[in-house]
């Protein structure tokens, strides 16, 4: 998974699984593109990402979820729940504002 912090007001955290990089979704309703400045980040594997997860949910983060791997690892860590996912084109996407 690739792991990319961007730093605002609060942190917004952009991971996704790395095969998804560059490549862009879509159905009839929604699309959404993988593009490097916002998700090309850090490597990481699933243990670090779920603990990267379980900190910044602490700090008040907001993140924004792309692939299976990525989207296993956010209902591990327990930041979102099955029904806040949506899928376009079979990739599950999750977004976690609070």
Same mark, same amino acid.
């Given at each position: #998974?690739?792991?990319?912090?961007?730093?605002?007001?609060?942190?917004?955290? @952009?991971?996704?699984? @790395?095969?998804?990089?560059?490549? &862009?979704?879509?159905?009839?309703? &929604?699309?959404i593109e993988i593009l490097e400045p916002f998700y090309g980040g850090e490597k990481m594997h699933e243990n670090a990402v779920i603990e990267l #997860? &379980?900190? @910044? #949910? &602490?700090?008040?983060?907001t993140f924004n979820l792309v692939g299976k791997k990525t989207i296993s @690892?956010?209902?591990k860590a327990g930041i979102i729940e099955k029904e806040g996912i949506i899928k376009i084109s079979d990739i599950p996407h999750a977004l976690v504002l609070l």
């Open positions: #998974m690739l792991v990319k912090i961007h730093e605002s007001y609060r942190k917004v955290i @952009a991971i996704c699984d @790395a095969e998804l990089l560059g490549k &862009k979704f879509e159905d009839e309703e &929604k699309q #997860m &379980k900190d @910044a #949910m &602490k700090d008040d983060a @690892a956010a209902l």
